[in-house]
């Protein structure tokens, strides 16, 4: 499934985007309705006679009918379902990712591969998973850059989640090769100017960045094929799909997913929790 760039739109600011479509909770229990409804309906009686053999075809199509009529005459009844499908849904999908950040945690922390910026050894982590093609993203630098500058203790581990085409993964191999070259402040200084860089980002906007900032630029195309990009690059693919990410920007602090280019503000309150109690939200 592709993934995109998404805004911080109030409604998405909580959890990822959800499908306005039925979930998989919901059909599961909207075909249970035909047994199990016209039965509470009936009332005791009927359920105490229901007999135990399987509805023949003629008895189902009477009762699909008889569920059909009263989910025409009682829409509350449907929507009250779909929505308790949704919340299934989101519940199960938080303790999904719950468990998946505590499965992850070193690889998302430590992994030889991260590109570090701010204090390397401060007492908070913000993970960013972007795409240097992804709008947001290039919106929710500014608020990076802020945050850096405003917490002398935050440790920010940016980690390149190119989802967004071909020229986004040609940026991504450039940008990790350059690693190998670049180090600490001069590694998120390449970073933010490929990520301001105006129009489309590929493979030779980003070997532009890198001659601009004197790079070696035989080894650096030589390194963007090799083991360590193509491992990196594998590494951050397999956290996003585990970690159930459908979008870039994603900030990780604590034990809590941020998706979009939410601003500074959330996310100052929330290293600020994470500082005071070791939680997102004390």
Known sequence: MPRLGLPAAPAQRGRMLLPRLLSASCLAAMLSLPLA??????????????????FTDAQRAGIEA????????????????????????????????????????????????DVVAGNPAGDVTMIEFFDYNCGYCRKALGDVQALIKADPKLRVVIKDFPVLGPESQEASQIALAAKQQLKGDKL??????????KGRVNGAKALDVAKAMGLDMAKLQKDAQGPEVKAALTENRGLGDKLGLSGTPAFIIGDEIIPGAVGVEPIRKTIADVRQCGHASC
């Not at 409804?37 to 399987?54: I, S, V």
């Not at 929507?79 to 519940?91: D, F, H, N, S, T």
């Not at 998120?188 to 860089?197: I, P, R, T, V, Y």
Request: proline content about 8%; charged content about 25%.
């Open 37 to 54: 409804l016209p039965l509470a309906l009936a009332g005791p009686a009927l359920a105490q006679t229901a007999p135990a053999a399987p």
């Open 66 to 113: 008889i569920v059909k009529d009263y989910l025409i005459k009682n829409p509350d009844v449907l929507q009250e379902a779909i929505a308790e499908g949704e919340k299934r849904q989101v519940e199960t999908q938080r303790l999904a990712q719950a468990a998946a950040l505590k499965e992850s945690q070193k690889a998302l922390l430590d992994s030889p591969h």
């Open 188 to 197: 998120f200084e390449f970073h933010q100017k490929l990520l301001e860089s």
